[in-house]
């Protein structure tokens, strides 16, 4: 019942110029907020919720657009900056969401689930850490044993043809797995995927000898970054300095600029996402997945479908992959393992699979809770732990609570707990894919 | 439009939840030391274990800084073995302007990228398990290790094993970043000394070693060297023992842990028996050690895993680093900058695991290296295994 | 003893041991021949040199004398692997649906058994037990890891799965790999807050770890000795008895023909007054058995267990379901026989046969490789019918 009443509410508020005062104040609070307290979790939530409201609220849609693009592109860097982990917590976010993105459309949209899904994102990193470091050079050498004076292969200004290259690469590799394995029914196919993501990660793992092309478990380190002009940052610095109250470095302006490049990319992935959802080939995926047998029926090229979902895919996670391995510098097997995979379909299936706003939701919830929530709050039972409190009306000393209880050791089985209750209470995601209604709008234009 | 109310009832759940986190208040002159390392997933074992021995070590050796008037909490990060959140949970404490230090990590693979970002800010980074060379080639100043590199235990072990006359080695590794880093710098080094390296295979299993034994049992090479951790060689061991291997088993200090006993049992006394290189010594060298691992069961109920001493030790020279810093400031809380200073100025300090004074890159200087034999198949007896070779060695630069 | 043959199908129990027989002879005829092949053509080569400087033999010679050995080896880890896949196999069959995770059911059966070997042990009641005792209390263990693992499939069929029948084939999966993480953090909380240990490690007693040998053949300065140890053959032993006892259910009893006819058709069933749900929940305690059995022997042929056991074991028995053809009880026999051998062929000569370049770390690929390939010329698996593109 309470949700009635809600919805009431909500529908009376959500009209005329209330809406847009709502949303303002929602951004300035969160800003101001963020800003006097740089450090507090709260704040930083009250900021990034406010996505959220811009997104519900009934607003034009210019008003929309002007406001996400200020808060992306001028205050999201300012408070970031202020307090890099904020600025490592967006940049994650916008590298989940690309992936999550990416993902999406495999599952989201063609209906093909995809357990191996790093492994295109492997491949991109994999492609810029060997051009874009001493790695080449290291060909001979046992992983370790190598001298340190080796020249780069590539100019790191090369990165930016190599993020064109790792969408062609990944999307090649997306093709060359697709083509055996699409002919098997779906759940054939997750398993088969799997097998591949772990297949690349072993690669990854043991290409060491007889060449030495990945260093092996050693990972591959250092990968250059493009290059960051001086006056780029001391343009920043000019700018924005009074406003950030510290001298911003190189390294912040790099963490800077690769949240922008990923922004970017996901700018791009939604433009291709959606024009690709109203084209046929959007409609062939939504057929084939909705009815395999159905979709033959009509016609619909089946492998060659599910293959353009594939590499499509893949060619997203294979750009993100470049972008990470340039921003970290260094890449290693173990941030391909199966537990990513997961973790990006857990995005994918807890925003709503073929949902983008869902998909972008769902990656910043997990992020969040990954990087922020869990962690926070096993901080914090630490602390109270180290002090004297007790729970008051049981009276449980805090120091006797066991660590064994720490939320933060147990995000598999926040995952797990994700998955099975998405599946259970809302399959179709927080935000829902709107197909259905937007169909029925369109024929009434027609 | 149930979505929207349950949205918002999330979002509002979750900004009740975090009001308590966010809140949490700081007394003038708190400060925190942080330690990272895996406390979810498979390699949980040894990252539970490296933030209980620091959080041990604050508990017994927090009192000098707890008597000038500072409250030193510890703030555990768990890195998952992942990069990504390593440098996440490094943003996160290099934000936190009460955190003085880092413990940490477990691997290599996060430590690089993670202190990476210490290294912006200045922030002492101590490591009680990273054994890759680039830790501290990188020359950074907050960088520090306090065991062992790659390229000095491998070259122990294959010096060990020249001086035990073996002919012929079977080199098998963990593939990960810590045992085939060691396995690598053996297999050169036992070249080196005229050593036949029979095979050197890497191997992510777990369990079932049928296959690769083949050829190692095959060989009857003199020796079997396994690079990894102990609860993997033992089983290997084992295995090799069954079916009828009777030469030398050497490991590093991965082995060492009373689980590798509980394993393989009397296999690791019979044939030629089973050794390990470590720089952890035992009690009749370090009196403290013995204590330790009383303490640490006494604590946790738990036999320390391999490392758990070294988060003791990181932790007793952050603590130690911090104290000499504040002195040195008034009484007052130090900059990281002072602290990390101070790490690299300790001269000789008296650990658990040796004594450590910090050279140029961070490396300990001529740390002491033990070959150690194990000498009885029951667990509860694992510290009294004796040290057959003491080396001294001065990391190379 | 006539009266009692009437009421036993003895071709349901002689058919599967036949069947077992000609599989695994099968599969080692094959696999040593081709090992014989490659080794013949590698022998004049640069590998043979290599080798012969190693280890002072010729490939070829190299390749028989280790041959029954590696068979041996093969055949047990595939046998685990066969029982393991049954319980994915039963599932698929009534259900069409992956039970991803059956690794994990199989990794509680594990714990329970060894967490009650592990306190007969620390009472003292292990260490001086007859060889009789010995084995009755393995049985023991084995009997409450089924239970335990019986038992929590059941519920995981019955909290995670039943809610979603009827919906698309991808949610129920989901909702699998999401039980299969949740039960893998779930026995580390337990684990951790009742005994504080991640290994947990199968004690030592009876005569299990005994290893019977058939003979030594010298080889280059080395002595094979070819032989099995005891704990291998319980494990082969005690796989062979649920592999006949499972097809003996399936097949000749009035169960058995239920869950038959469930697989079949559902509505249909249900129709002919078969309590559909609870045939369903029985699937599921079959199968969560068998994973619970193959947990306590796999923590008995490999000492060592952890809360992540399951993952690998798991996959790989997955594989040799799908390789045998899923939802096929015998394919998963085959499959998992098949796997083992490969695997253990693979291990055993590649790191000779590519002098050293890629060694036994390539074997899991080498598994998955083909996978993909059975996959490509023969999507149904081995012994699978040709159901056809069903959504």
């Known amino acids: 019942m309470s949700s009635f009443s809600f919805k009431d509410a909500f529908d009376k508020v959500n009209q005329g110029p209330l809406p847009y005062l709502i949303v303002f104040a929602h951004i300035v609070t969160g800003t101001l907020l963020v800003y006097f307290q740089p450090r507090s979790n709260l704040a930083f939530l009250v900021l990034m919720s406010s996505f959220l409201s811009l997104y519900f609220f009934n607003t034009s849609n210019r008003f929309k657009i002007t406001a996400a693009v200020v808060m992306t592109l001028l205050i999201m860097p300012i408070l970031g900056v202020r307090n890099i982990f904020y600025l490592e917590v967006i940049f994650q976010i916008s590298v989940f969401a690309a992936l999550a993105l990416g993902l999406n459309i495999v599952v989201g949209f063609a209906g093909l689930l995809d357990l191996g899904y790093v492994a295109f994102y492997a491949v991109g990193a994999y492609l810029w850490a060997f051009f874009g470091s001493q790695q080449f050079f290291v060909l001979p050498y046992a992983p370790g044993t190598q001298p340190s004076d080796l020249p780069f292969l590539l100019a790191g200004d090369f990165f930016y043809l190599f993020m064109m290259l790792g969408v062609i690469v990944a999307a090649m590799t997306g093709i060359l797995l697709g083509l055996p394995v699409l002919r098997v029914r779906g759940d054939y196919l997750a398993i088969v995927t799997l097998g591949f993501g772990e297949v690349i990660r072993v690669l990854a793992n043991n290409l060491d000898k007889p060449l030495n092309f990945t260093n092996g478990p050693q990972g591959i380190t250092p990968i250059q970054r493009p290059s960051m002009p001086d006056w780029v940052v001391d343009w920043f610095n000019t700018i924005f300095g009074p406003l950030v109250g510290h001298e911003v470095n190189t390294s912040h302006m790099y963490n800077l600029w690769f949240y ?75 941030s391909f393992s199966f537990m990513q995979s997961i973790g990006v379909l857990s995005m994918v299936i807890l925003g709503g699979s073929g949902s983008i706003p869902g998909v972008i939701l769902g990656a910043a919830t997990i992020t969040i809770l990954n990087l922020q929530v869990l962690q926070g709050f096993s901080l914090y039972l630490n602390e109270l732990r180290q002090s004297d409190a007790i729970i008051p009306i049981i009276n449980f000393a805090w120091s006797d609570l066991s660590t064994q209880l720490d939320p933060a050791k147990y995000q598999r089985l926040l995952f797990g707990l994700i998955l099975i209750l998405m599946m259970i209470f809302r399959p179709q995601g927080l935000i829902p894919a709107k197909r259905r209604e937007r169909k029925l709008a369109l024929e009434k234009t027609e | 439009m149930k979505r929207r109310f349950s949205l918002f009832s999330l979002m509002v759940a979750a900004g009740f939840g975090l009001a308590v986190v966010g809140s949490a208040g700081a007394a003038d002159k708190a400060i925190k030391i942080a330690t990272q390392s895996p406390l979810s997933g498979d390699q949980s074992v040894v990252g539970v274990d490296i933030k209980r021995g620091a959080e041990l070590a604050l508990e017994q050796l927090g009192g000098p800084l707890a008597e000038m008037g500072f409250k030193v909490d510890l703030a555990p990060f768990d890195d998952m073995a992942n990069p990504d959140t390593g440098v996440a949970n490094a943003k996160r404490i290099v934000a936190d302007p009460a955190i003085l230090a880092v413990v940490g990590h477990y691997n290599s ?15 002492a980074n101590v490591s009680p398990a990273n054994t890759n060379p680039k830790v501290t080639t990188r020359g950074y100043m907050e960088v520090n290790r306090i ?66 034994l083949s050829p190692v049992v095959a060989g009857n090479p003199d020796m079997v060297y396994f690079g990894g951790m102990a609860f993997q060689a033992a089983v290997l061991f084992k295995q090799a023992r069954e079916r009828g291997y009777e030469g030398i088993f050497m490991s590093d200090d991965g082995f060492d842990s009373s689980d590798a006993a509980k394993i393989a049992g009397g296999t690791l006394i019979s044939g030629g028996g089973t050794f390990y290189s470590t ?21 946790y109920n738990a036999d320390p895993q391999p490392f758990a001493a070294q988060g003791f030790d990181s932790m007793a020279i952050s603590l130690k680093a911090i104290e000499n810093a504040a002195k040195a400031n008034n009484n007052e809380v130090p900059s990281r900058e002072a602290v990390t200073k101070a790490v690299r100025e300790l001269k000789d300090f008296q650990g658990i695991t040796g004594s450590f004074t910090f050279n140029e890159i961070g490396d300990p200087e001529k740390a002491l290296y033990f070959v150690i034999q194990v000498k009885d198949a029951d667990a509860a007896k694992w510290s009294m295994n004796e040290v057959v070779q003491t080396l001294e060695i001065a990391p190379p630069k | 003893m006539k009266g009692f043959l009437k009421y036993v199908n003895v071709t349901e129990i002689v ?17 040593s021949a081709i090992a014989i092949g490659i080794a013949l053509m590698l022998d004049k080569t640069a590998v043979g040199v290599d080798l012969l400087d190693r280890y002072n033999v010729s490939v070829y010679t190299y390749t028989m004398i280790n041959l029954p050995q590696v ?74 890891g089924m239970l335990a693992a019986g038992g929590l499939a059941m519920t995981v069929e019955r909290v995670a799965y039943r809610p979603l029948r009827g919906a698309s084939r991808l949610v129920p999966l989901i909702s699998a790999i999401g039980v299969s993480f949740f039960l893998q953090d779930v026995i580390r909380l337990v684990e951790s807050l009742t005994t504080g240990q991640f290994n947990r490690i199968m004690p030592t007693f009876g005569n299990f770890d005994q290893r019977i040998v058939f003979g030594k053949f010298a080889m280059g300065t080395s002595n094979i000795t070819l032989g099995i140890s005891v704990k291998s053959i319980v494990v082969i032993v005690s796989a062979v008895l649920m592999l006949v006892a499972l097809n003996y259910l399936v097949n000749a009893t009035r169960i058995g023909k239920a869950i038959r006819a469930v697989a079949q058709d559902r509505n249909t069933a249900s129709l002919m007054g078969i309590n559909v749900n609870r045939i369903i929940s029985t699937t599921f305690l079959v199968g969560g058995m ?12 490999f000492t060592r267990i952890d809360p992540f056991v399951g993952f690998f074991p798991g996959l790989k028995a997955f594989t040799a379901a799908v390789l045998g053809g899923i939802g096929n009880l015998t394919g998963a026999l085959l499959g998992g026989i098949v796997l083992g051998m490969l695997e253990t062929f693979a291990g055993s000569y590649m790191g000779i046969f590519t002098m050293g370049a890629a060694g036994s770390e390539y074997k899991d690929i080498f598994a998955f490789s083909i996978l993909i390939l059975v996959l490509i010329f023969r999507p149904q698996g081995l012994m699978g019918k040709n159901v056809g593109q069903k959504a």
């Open chain 2, 109 to 123: 693979g996060v430590q690089i990228p993670s202190s990476e970002v210490y290294h912006t800010s200045q922030l």
């Open chain 2, 279 to 299: 720089v952890s010594g035992p009690a009749s060298v370090y009196a403290g050690t013995k204590k330790f691992i009383e303490d640490f069961k006494a604590k």
């Open chain 1, 260 to 334: 922008i490049l990923a922004l970017m990319v996901i700018m791009v992935i939604v433009f291709v996402t959606k024009r690709l959802d109203d084209s046929a080939m959007g409609r062939a995926w939504t057929a084939v997945r909705e009815d395999e047998t159905a979709a033959i029926a009509q016609g619909i090229p089946l492998v060659k479908t599910k293959l353009s979902a594939f590499a499509v895919g893949a060619s997203f996670a294979g750009i993100m992959g470049v972008l990470l391995a340039a921003s970290r510098t260094f890449i290693s097997p173990e």
């Open chain 3, 71 to 144: 068979v041996i080896d093969g055949l047990t880890i595939g046998f685990v692997y066969a029982a393991i896949a049954l319980g994915y196999t039963m599932v698929y069959g009534v259900l069409e649906f992956i039970n991803f995770a059956h690794s994990e059911i199989f990794a509680v059966g594990a714990f329970v058994g060894v967490e009650l070997l592990i306190a007969l042990d620390s009472s003292g009641m292990l260490a001086g037990a007859s060889l009789g005792m010995a084995y009755s209390y393995l049985i023991l263990a084995i009997l409450m």
């Open chain 3, 15 to 31: 058919r599967p041991i036949g069947q077992l027989l000609a599989f695994s002879c099968g599969s080692a005829v094959v696999m």
């Open chain 3, 290 to 301: 068998l994973g619970g059995a193959a947990g306590v022997l796999y923590a008995l042929k």
């Open chain 2, 147 to 212: 065991v062992g590199r790659d390229d000095v235990q491998g070259v122990v072990g294959a010096d060990f094993a020249k001086m035990k006359g073996v002919k012929t080695v079977f080199v098998v590794h963990d593939k990960t970043a810590y045992g085939q880093g060691i396995a690598e710098f053996f297999r050169k080094k036992a070249e080196e000394n005229g050593i036949k390296v029979f095979g050197f295979e890497g191997t992510e299993e777990k369990a079932n070693f049928d296959a690769l």
